[in-house]
């Protein structure tokens, strides 16, 4: 079965650029989430979508960041522009919607950004 | 105070030794609880969840105690490929995840 699916793997871009992060959640996932990971920070949820609908942002940084899910099999996260302090590894997980809650997320492979 | 909180260690500990790691939670309305594996510039992975009433996966064993509001992890006989970083998990009834920091532990020959 094919897992939450992440592209780029790493980019290196320079400060003020423009970066798009892609996330494919696994098939039949209802809620997907955005993290973010540095040394200093540990991993940090951004945003988290259920069936499409952003839930809850207040993790998104500042305005810079934007993230949308224009349907169930894609998502992506933005950020405009870009800045050094932005470097981070940023991970999507997706798992099923549950009232209950008792579902774990399955996260992608990460994505390693560096900006320059 | 963070909302999960865990001893970043590091916990360093010859093979074939037991080694419990805690976490405590400040969410008295948490829902379900989760231990995942963190290995160096890799995802996360669900370890094991964590059930009232304690559960257990071969050497694994993990403990949940509400009214205190932590959850334990217990390795036994440890080996060299435990080595990893381990992360608490609380979910909240509108399914969001709080992730500790991490626990780092390293098995050591």
């Known amino acids: 079965d094919a897992g939450v699916i992440q592209s780029p793997r790493h980019e290196v871009t320079e400060m003020g650029q423009e970066v798009t992060l892609r996330c494919k959640p696994i098939?039949?996932?209802?809620?997907l989430f955005w993290y973010r990971q540095t040394m200093m920070r540990g991993l940090e949820l951004l945003i988290y979508?259920?069936?499409?609908?952003?839930?809850?942002d207040s993790g998104m940084p500042e305005d810079r960041f934007s993230a949308k899910m224009p349907n169930a099999s894609f998502s992506t996260l933005k950020i405009q522009p870009s800045e050094p302090r932005d470097s981070a590894v940023y991970f999507c997980?997706?798992?099923?919607?549950?009232?209950?809650?008792?579902?774990?997320?399955?996260f992608g492979d990460g994505t390693r950004l560096s900006i320059l | 105070r963070k909302e999960v909180e865990q001893d970043p260690g590091p916990f360093n500990v010859p093979e074939g030794a037991t080694v419990a790691f805690n976490c405590t939670y400040s969410?008295?309305?948490?829902?379900?609880f989760f231990w995942y594996r963190q290995d160096c510039r890799k995802e996360p992975k669900l370890l094991m969840s964590v059930y009232s009433s304690g559960n257990e996966d071969g050497r694994f064993t993990a403990q949940l105690n509400r009214a205190s509001q932590y959850i334990s992890l217990l390795i036994r006989d440890s080996k060299l490929s435990d080595s990893a970083t381990y992360l608490c998990?609380?979910?909240?009834?509108?399914?969001?995840?709080?992730f500790g920091d991490g626990t780092t532990l390293t098995v050591k020959p």
């Open positions: 969410n008295s309305a948490s829902q379900s």
């Open positions: 979508f259920n069936n499409n609908v952003p839930i809850d």
């Open positions: 998990v609380v979910n909240t009834n509108a399914g969001k995840s709080t």
């Open positions: 997980a997706s798992s099923p919607l549950d009232r209950g809650s008792n579902q774990p997320q399955h």
């Open positions: 098939s039949g996932h209802n809620s």
